[in-house]
């Protein structure tokens, strides 16, 4: 199976500064037939089902703030919340779909500092 | 707006079996992948199984296979998860997932609220 690392496990930030996630993969996701990369984003908030933030690595989905960016390429991949809001208080996870076996990155919890 | 609602958790004993639905409704069902994710209480994301609009093609965690069987049916916009043999590592809130297209999942746009099944004696 694919193995998503993601770092750190937690991060404080202040409202309105930037906060970065990242996440590694053990194989490379960019298909080179369609130059796509099948890495997608999710915030989960206490209590709720996961959500759809960023797919093919950059692409937000319908809806998603543009504070939120998705960058990388090849293994390496970043989210990135620009101008941290107290609503973005979440666990935020990294999913590949590169493989039929899809795996999940063990998340990231982010907080207010 | 897409709608998701999953049914049949519970308490089962280990070895026991249970039968996971999720109701779709306010998208054309038959056109869409779709999936099943657990996560533990407190704890990560895993996939667990998917399959496509049409139902012919079906795939597993290595940790569910040949005890998880995935099925659809159209006619009913309904998705279910049979669940034998369970095992106390089954515990886990099951989220159905609806992918993006029709063959395979991709990545997964709308969610259940998930339901709760626990394995214990």
């Known amino acids: 199976d694919i193995v998503l690392t993601q770092s750190p496990d937690s991060l404080a930030v202040s409202l309105g500064e930037r906060a970065t996630i990242n996440c590694k993969s053990s194989?490379?996701?960019?298909?080179?037939?369609?130059?796509?990369?099948?890495l997608a984003w999710y915030q989960q908030k206490p209590g709720q089902p996961p959500k759809l933030l960023i797919y093919w690595a950059s692409t937000r989905d319908s809806g998603v703030p543009d504070r939120f960016s998705g960058s990388g390429s090849g293994t390496e991949f970043t989210l990135t919340i620009s101008g941290l809001q107290a609503e973005d208080v979440a666990v935020y996870y990294c999913?590949?779909?590169?493989?039929?076996?899809?795996?999940f990155g063990q998340g990231t919890k982010l907080e207010i500092k | 707006e897409v709608q998701l609602l999953e049914s049949g958790g519970g308490l089962v004993q280990p070895g026991g079996s249970l039968r996971l639905s999720c109701a779709a409704s306010?998208?054309?069902?038959?056109?869409?992948?779709m999936t099943w994710v657990r996560q533990v209480p407190g704890k990560g994301l895993e996939w667990v199984s998917a399959i496509s609009a049409s139902g012919v093609n079906t795939y597993y965690a290595e940790s569910v296979k040949g005890r998880f069987t995935i099925s659809r049916d159209n006619s009913k916009n309904t998705l279910h998860l049979q669940m034998n043999s369970l095992r106390a590592e089954d515990t886990a809130v099951y989220y159905c997932?609806?992918?993006?297209?029709?063959?395979?999942?991709?990545?997964?746009?709308?969610w259940g609220q998930g339901t709760l099944v626990t394995v214990s004696s």
């Open positions: 194989q490379s996701l960019l298909y080179r037939s369609n130059n796509k990369i099948y």
């Open positions: 999913q590949q779909y590169y493989s039929t076996s899809y795996t």
């Open positions: 997932a609806k992918g993006i297209v029709g063959g395979y999942p991709y990545y997964f746009d709308y």
């Open positions: 306010e998208f054309t069902f038959s056109n869409y992948a």
